[in-house]
């Protein structure tokens, strides 16, 4: 199993998962997008030609953005969301960034789980910010202290 930059081969099977876990998925052409956007950076854990987890971010200025992360559904449970996720996180660090962000849902205890064992902090809730009208958290792992830098202002 191998961590790399998410590439055109890898497409059909993001989509494929994305359409099989996500209630608003991804389509091949807002991924392929992607591949264009410079500040878009994604990367798969694949085997053999085989995707088995992938995750995303946008890198605007001095913030990271993650766009979206899944596991393939039989293949949840072995460390993958955390391995792709550590990966993101190293990435934004050396892209100087000084924080990660995410929105996810208040009911996806797993994701929420998994964000809170990796250093993210809830700093608030976007009402109603999914199709369904459920709420978001938004979660933040900083690599400084904002109220550090605020300090020498
Ligand atoms: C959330 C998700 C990415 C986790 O990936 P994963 O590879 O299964 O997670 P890991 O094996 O790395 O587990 C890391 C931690 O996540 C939490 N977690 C993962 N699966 C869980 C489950 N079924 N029940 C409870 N906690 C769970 C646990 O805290 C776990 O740590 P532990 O194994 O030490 O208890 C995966 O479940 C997934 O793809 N879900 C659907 C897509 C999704 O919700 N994405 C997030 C959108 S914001």
Same mark, same amino acid.
């Given at each position: 199993?191998?961590?790399?930059?998410?590439?055109?081969?890898?497409?059909?099977?993001?989509?494929?998962?994305?359409?099989?876990?996500?209630?608003?998925?991804?389509? @091949? $052409?807002?991924?392929?997008? +992607?591949?264009?956007?410079? #500040?878009?950076?994604?990367?798969?854990?694949?085997? &053999? =030609?085989?995707?088995?987890?992938?995750?995303?971010?946008?890198?605007?200025?001095?913030?990271?953005?993650?766009?979206?992360?899944?596991?393939?559904?039989?293949?949840?449970?072995?460390?993958?969301?955390?391995?792709?996720?550590?990966?993101?996180?190293?990435?934004?660090?050396?892209?100087?960034?000084?924080?990660?962000?995410? @929105? $996810?849902?208040?009911?996806? +205890?797993?994701?929420?789980? #998994?964000?809170?064992?990796?250093?993210?902090?809830? &700093? =608030?809730?976007?009402?109603?910010?999914?199709?369904?009208?459920?709420?978001?958290?938004?979660?933040?792992?900083?690599?400084?202290?904002?109220?550090?830098?605020?300090?020498?202002?």
């Amino acid at each position: 199993m191998n961590i790399v930059k998410m590439d055109a081969s890898h497409i059909s099977q993001i989509a494929e998962i994305e359409k099989n876990t996500f209630s608003a998925p991804w389509s @091949e $052409v807002s991924l392929k997008r +992607e591949l264009d956007n410079d #500040l878009a950076c994604y990367f798969v854990a694949e085997d &053999e =030609g085989e995707v088995l987890a992938y995750g995303g971010m946008w890198l605007v200025v001095t913030e990271a953005q993650i766009t979206n992360i899944a596991v393939r559904e039989d293949k949840r449970r072995q460390g993958l969301g955390t391995l792709i996720l550590k990966k993101l996180l190293e990435e934004a660090k050396q892209r100087y960034m000084m924080g990660v962000t995410l @929105e $996810v849902r208040v009911s996806n +205890e797993k994701a929420l789980s #998994l964000y809170t064992k990796n250093g993210f902090v809830s &700093e =608030g809730v976007r009402k109603n910010y999914y199709e369904d009208n459920e709420d978001a958290y938004i979660m933040w792992h900083y690599f400084t202290d904002p109220e550090s830098e605020a300090v020498g202002i």
